[in-house]
């Protein structure tokens, strides 16, 4: 079945290190997101790819890198740089065609300690 | 102030009850999402709506475009209905969602 994976579901790291966030999709999408969800707020656009080796900053890129090597595939680096990194982090996909939805992966919580 | 805002917050209702939950919007948007998300965090879309209603069972979603308003209602609820339900309006432009802050429900037996 075609889908988003997103690895590993729970993540914990020590202060001050990176950490790399997987997102896999099989769905030959062409677009990517990363989104970042805090208790209480709605999700907000962390960085996003239209096609390979292309993407964007989204609203609270800072502390964050990503790439976009191979279609299915869009990482998501944490790094030290970024404050207050413990969070539930979600990849998306979709088509190019606007009439279609996005599908979301299952998410990754990471807590930094 | 949010480009998207949801209400209410929390909802708990009684098993079978008929429940509500309302999304306004101040941004353009191409399309809104009805979104659900279970306690361990995934994410599933619900419904994508440019105009009108649409019904999956028993969720109905309803979207007036000049009032900037969405519902998503569900009928004869069920305790396995109990999720957090997003809105999430679709800007072209910007190429991104807005998301509300969700409503979480709570369906009773």
């Known amino acids: 079945d075609g889908g988003i994976t997103q690895s590993p579901k729970y993540l914990f790291r020590k202060e001050g290190q990176n950490v790399t966030l997987s997102c896999e999709q099989n769905?030959?999408?062409?677009?990517m997101y990363w989104y970042r969800q805090d208790p209480g707020q709605g999700l907000r656009l962390i960085y996003y790819?239209?096609?390979?080796?292309?993407?964007q900053k989204g609203d609270i890129a800072e502390g964050y890198s990503v790439s976009r090597e191979k279609k299915e595939s869009f990482p998501l680096t944490v790094t030290s740089a970024q404050k207050n990194p413990t969070a539930f982090y979600l990849c998306?996909?979709?088509?190019?065609?606007?009439?279609?939805?996005?599908?979301f992966g299952s998410g990754t919580r990471l807590t930094v300690v | 102030k949010n480009e998207v805002e949801q209400s209410p917050q929390n909802l708990t209702a009684q098993e079978g009850e008929f429940i509500t939950i309302n999304c306004s919007y101040s941004?353009?948007?191409?399309?809104l999402h009805w979104l659900q998300q279970h306690p361990g965090g995934g994410i599933v879309s619900l419904f994508m709506?440019?105009?009108g209603k649409k019904k999956h069972g028993r969720l109905i979603a309803t979207i007036n475009i000049q009032e900037k308003h969405s519902s998503l209602h569900i009928t004869a609820s069920h305790p396995r209905d109990s999720a957090v339900y997003i809105c999430?309006?679709?800007?072209?432009?910007?190429?991104?969602?807005?998301f509300g802050t969700g409503t979480s429900l709570t369906v009773i037996p």
């Open positions: 998306a996909s979709r088509t190019r065609d606007i009439g279609q939805g996005y599908t």
């Open positions: 769905l030959n999408h062409d677009a």
């Open positions: 790819s239209q096609i390979v080796n292309d993407f």
């Open positions: 941004v353009g948007i191409s399309a």
């Open positions: 709506l440019s105009s």
């Open positions: 999430a309006g679709f800007t072209n432009t910007g190429n991104q969602f807005y």
